[in-house]
């Protein structure tokens, strides 16, 4: 977990020097109201999602339906764009997001933006949509833990669409460049799988899975990024 966590530190902070640098050169040509905008952020996300599970009352697991699942995204992500005028922004953006539950995402989507107001420092929104492939770190079941006990199961086990939303504050530190601070929320459209049956060999059972259970994986959080 700390290689993961110096690794996502070392190429946020490469991103943003690299693009600071490249855009040192070329300042004279990117305006406040209106230009291109790249945004490289770094966020931390908290689920809020409870297990869908596919189980009855009195089948197996049932007692685990509805129980939060504990788990964090830590995010890398960046966007290129372009700033309209001071109240609109519009372009594209790729995320990396590790969960810690062993799985990863890289999200590519649409993302629209703005200002409420021209102030040096503003209410700032975001919205975006997009579809968010797998990156399997760990494919194999490990130990969930719920609000009841423990289950074999894998989160995050397909890919699907996304959609995160934040609002904060935007400040200008110059002519072209900025902090951008947001309390965010994400939806991630997957599944859970875990094991469901009645007999297998003993000791054989930790190690399948047999059931998709489809999950909306909601998170809130907070993101912090610099705009160039």
Request: include cysteine; proline fraction near 4%; charged fraction near 10%.
């Amino acid at each position: 977990m700390k290689q993961v966590l110096t690794l996502i530190g070392s190429i946020f902070f490469v991103v943003v020097f690299t693009t600071q640098s490249s855009h040192a050169q070329t300042n004279s040509r990117v305006l406040k109201t209106r230009g291109p905008m790249f945004i490289t952020s770094a966020a931390f996300f908290q689920s809020l999602t409870r297990l869908p599970l596919n189980v009855q009352p009195g089948e197996e697991h049932a007692d685990f339906n509805g129980t939060k699942v504990s788990s964090s995204i830590l995010e890398i992500s960046q966007f290129f764009g372009f700033q309209f005028n001071p109240y609109l922004a519009l372009g594209v953006g790729v995320n990396f997001e590790y969960w810690t539950v062993k799985t990863a995402f890289l999200p590519l989507y649409v993302d629209i933006r703005g200002n409420m107001t021209a102030d040096k420092i503003a209410p700032h929104w975001y919205v975006n949509l997009g579809y968010a492939p797998r990156w399997y770190v760990d494919s194999r079941p490990y130990m969930v833990k719920t609000g009841q006990g423990s289950m074999y199961g894998i989160h995050g086990y397909t890919g699907g669409w996304i959609s995160e939303a934040g609002i904060g504050v935007k400040a200008n530190i110059s002519k072209s460049s900025a902090f951008v601070f947001t309390a965010s929320v994400k939806v991630q459209e997957s599944a859970f799988r875990y094991y469901t049956g009645t007999v297998l060999m003993q000791g054989v059972k930790p190690l399948i899975v047999n059931t998709n259970s489809h999950c909306l994986y909601i998170s809130a959080g907070i993101k912090a990024g610099v705009v160039f």
